[in-house]
């Protein structure tokens, strides 16, 4: 694995020069924590002897590459979240990449028209609900949410999150700015407390009694039911796929881009085609409770036990250019406060 130490070691000794390819090896900055990628970079090494070298990222991807510039060792960028992805291809930290592969494994809808990122699962944007307190479709579409009627009964995280800001410009791009911030208003006013925690957290909170629905994506599900701990928040509540009015259910992905500097770009590609392959596909899948993405694959037996949906066929990239003006409504209705 390469470290923060080693790439600064790489940048003091290559001044201006860029760090050199090495032919069996890829290199990957990554927003996930590596245990939930070695299944996937296991078998990549197993099929092709490419070594993957996984730096794990908190937060400031962007800033590290602009750091280092044509010097940096990262092949791949792998983030959640269509807001990061784009916010790496705006920064013109990434290229373009064409592969006929890529073409047959991506629906439109889940790549960036130019090439510049690729999806490799989708996660639903969906509501918990208390099985005790919440009739079955008593909640159907993501407008509902601002209704009245759940005053005081929902629970979320931050409105600010890159998860909630997607789903606010899907709002956005299906009803425009003003319906927009009406909604957020609406939902605002239902909060049963100030929005606090992540996806998990809000769960807990409807097992405890201090709501009735929230807001959390579906992968979530099986993480908790996999924790001894969170077994009994999970088992209080099912899950609702909401759709938009005339449109579907609000998806977000995990995707992946070759970066600009790219020392080891075929192998880089390699990996790209592999990750988005249906054998690649279905291990992502399992392992992380997420939708594949490639034609003939299908999600692991308990996520399919969640029940069916139709997504929402929406650019992500129509989305991402919204999330400036989400973030703003959102300040501007003071969700968080």
Known sequence: MFTPFRTAAIVALMGSVAAPAIADEVNLYSYRQPELL????????????IKVNVAHLDKGMVERLQAEGDRSPADLVFTVDISRLAAVVEAGLTQPVESETLRANVPDAYHDPDGHWWGLTTRARVIYASKDRVAEDE?????????????????????????????????????????????????????????QGNDRAQVKAIWAGECDISLGNTYYMGKMLEDEEQQEWANSVRIAFPTFENAGTHVNISGVAMTKAAPNRDNALKMMEFLTSPKAQEIYAEANYEYPIAPGTEAEELVKGWGTFTADDTNLMDLAALRSDALKLIETVDFDG
């Not at 299944?39 to 092709?48: K, V």
């Not at 909630?164 to 407390?193: F, P, Q, T």
């Open 38 to 49: 070695k299944p996937l970079t296991d078998a990549f090494t197993a099929e092709t002897g």
């Open 139 to 195: 909640i159907t579409t993501y407008e509902d949410l601002a209704d009245p009627k759940w005053e005081g009964r929902i629970c979320t995280r931050s409105g600010t999150h890159p998860y909630n800001v997607a789903l606010a410009s899907a709002v956005i791009h299906h009803h425009g700015e003003e319906a927009a911030r009406e909604w957020l208003e609406g939902v605002k006013s239902n909060l049963a407390r100030k929005p």
